[in-house]
């Protein structure tokens, strides 16, 4: 008996050494990883409460989030009678084929963005590309460092002037400013919309706002090293130099007539003949201007 309880004893002591440590619930998904038969990582493997602890939810499987992204799109095409992007048509899931679509998503809540009175605005959600114009890097994995935060810098207002319409299409926004080295973000053109769902409120149905979804293709950031001052991004880490905008008729005149007077000091002044790579490349400057200025008069 006395060496049946000592066995007892050391059985409990050893169990309760090896106890999970409590953790913090996530809201993106762990990778597990399977044990190889006659190896060890040399960590500690979790299992039991700590794995469940630990484990993280993407954003397109959350209940919640799923069905604020499907009350955000059934919105946007309710008000537009388009879907959010193409590439959504006849989708089984459309939260998870939204989560990797081409069109950044974003929605807040909360108060006006100003970051002065009350500080960023509450992201409820935000798809891979949202993430990736709010610099996420592996968005994939750290996509709780906006969703459910308030990213330092965000300037997007939560709630539209009471005068306008629940739907706006061409919206423009300086979206993040940092005040670090990092570039200012800005949007020139964003759909926004209130996403609503019907509720009961009172006794009565209602409509009851969730928040205010963004959604938009390409974002600007601040760059020095072109004349426009910025550069195009895309989804996908995708960024082009913005070509400079056409040169109006009386631009183009003027343009002819400062490339003629050049063509003329280099014949005259400098002795330049044809032939020569200097004069040849200004002449040839000169017919473009001409053949563009003609084209925009005629137009």
């Not at 919640?64 to 959504?88: F, I, M, N, P």
């Not at 891979?128 to 300037?155: C, H, M, S, T, Y």
Request: hydrophobic fraction near 40%.
């Amino acid at each position: 008996m006395f060496s049946m309880s000592i066995i007892f004893l050391m059985l409990a002591t050893t169990s309760s050494f090896n106890m999970p440590t409590p953790g913090r619930v996530g809201t993106g998904i762990l990778k597990l990883n399977a044990k190889k038969k006659g190896k060890s990582s040399g960590k500690p493997a979790k299992g039991g409460m700590a794995w469940a602890l630990y484990f993280k939810v993407n954003p397109y499987e959350s209940t919640a989030l799923r069905a604020l992204v499907e009350s955000a799109a059934s919105c946007y095409q309710t008000r537009t009678g388009k879907l959010l992007h193409k590439d959504l048509v006849g989708v089984a899931d459309l939260p998870k084929a939204l989560w990797s679509s081409p069109v950044a998503l974003i929605v807040v809540r909360n108060n006006d963005g100003s970051e002065t009175k009350e500080g960023p605005p509450l992201v409820l959600y935000a798809n891979r590309a949202g993430l990736e114009v709010l610099r996420v890097a592996q968005p994939d994995k750290n996509f709780d460092k906006v969703i459910d935060q308030r990213p330092i810098g965000l300037r997007l207002p939560s709630s539209m002037p009471e005068s306008s319409s629940q739907f706006e299409s061409s919206y423009t926004k300086k979206l993040l400013v940092r005040g670090d080295e990092s570039p200012d973000v800005t949007v020139p053109s964003a759909a926004r919309w209130l996403v609503q769902k019907a509720a009961m409120k009172d006794g009565m149905l209602a409509m009851e706002t969730s928040g205010l979804a963004y959604a938009f293709s390409e974002w600007h950031e601040d760059d020095s090293s072109n004349d426009l001052g910025y550069v195009i991004c895309r989804p996908g880490g995708v960024r082009e130099v913005p070509e400079p905008p056409p040169l109006s008729p009386e631009e183009l005149e003027a343009a002819v007539t400062a490339q003629a007077a050049h063509v003329r000091t280099l014949k005259e002044e400098e002795g330049l003949a044809k032939g020569d790579p200097k004069l040849d490349a200004a002449v040839k400057e000169l017919l473009r201007l001409k053949s563009e200025w003609a084209a925009a008069t005629e137009s």
